[in-house]
């Protein structure tokens, strides 16, 4: 598998490790009424999907930075890859 | 007073050659390192002081090779300078002058050993190390990768037979061992 990231250009996957769903971007606010129902279900559950899945990858053998990257499970195609910083940012996430 | 004698990263004084027919191994003793870490929402700022530094601010895979700090791109908005360690053994600290707030400045001298690989062989040599393009690589060009599960910086270098290569100080006996082995196989 080969992802293409963002600033390096196409790259081998065994430079990177896998790091999770990219859902972990959206930490729950711990100050919410429902805050341990929602660190509960941060923490623990996750969707499975036979289909297109976003996922945290960490280029460790590379320039160290953290990628979203779009892949589909069931073919292993990836139609995108960003820098996740780009990504937190843009759902307002570090300011 | 203490009087402590510098060793080198694979002890000894002098800096170790390993001389092969077609490739020289050295180990380079002279780099002062210290890595610059842009904060946030000073970026401009940070990118404006290694213009001043540099000449240009190194892009993403890039080195620039000026004299007498050079600098290469190691991550998103880092850096690692160097400079040669006679004259510029507190680089760090010459660094956070120049940068201010603007970015977070780390010495790295005692954590980086460097071996400079010369000679015709080079591309083979490196072709078994690591996973480098090294023939499409051209001079400038700095790729963090593994060699031997360590990971390493490649830097191409002006010399079409030169790369030089950081690897982590405490593992230099290994990242050595790795070279030689190389070395030996390229024959």
């Not at chain 1, 930490?27 to 941060?42: H, L, N």
């Not at chain 2, 007498?68 to 004259?87: V, Y």
């Amino acid at each position: 598998m080969i992802i293409d990231h963002p600033l390096l250009g196409p790259r081998d996957a065994s430079e990177f490790t896998y790091m999770g769903d990219a859902k972990l971007i959206d930490r729950p606010d711990w100050q919410s009424q429902t805050a341990a129902q929602e660190f509960y279900e941060y923490g623990y559950l996750r969707d499975n999907p036979a289909g297109w899945h976003e996922e945290l990858w960490f280029h460790e053998a590379g320039d160290r930075s953290w990628l979203v990257v779009t892949r589909n499970t069931v073919t292993h195609d990836i139609s995108k890859v960003e820098l996740a910083r780009d990504v937190a940012r843009a759902r307002g996430r570090s300011k | 007073m203490h009087d402590l004698q510098p060793v080198t990263a694979l002890g000894g004084a002098d800096p170790h050659i390993d001389t092969f027919d077609h490739i020289t191994i050295t180990g380079n003793n002279g780099l002062a390192l210290a890595s610059v870490a842009a904060r946030m929402g000073h970026e401009k700022a940070c990118h404006t002081a290694l213009k001043k530094l540099l000449g240009t601010v190194p892009a993403p895979g890039k080195a620039v090779l000026h004299d007498p700090e050079a600098g290469f791109w190691m991550g998103p908005d880092q850096w690692m300078i160097g400079a040669p360690r006679e004259t510029h053994e507190l680089l760090a600290d010459a660094l956070k002058n120049k940068f201010g707030d603007a970015a977070s400045v780390t010495e790295q001298s005692g954590a980086w050993v460097c071996f400079d690989v010369i000679g015709p062989a080079m591309p083979d040599l490196c072709e078994r190390l690591c996973a480098v393009p090294i023939r499409r690589m051209v001079a400038g060009d700095a790729q963090r990768t593994m060699i031997h599960q360590l990971g390493c910086f490649v830097i191409r270098r002006d010399n079409p037979e030169h790369i030089r290569i950081l690897g982590p100080r405490a593992s230099a006996g290994s990242l050595h061992h790795a070279l030689i082995t190389a070395a030996h196989s390229v024959g």
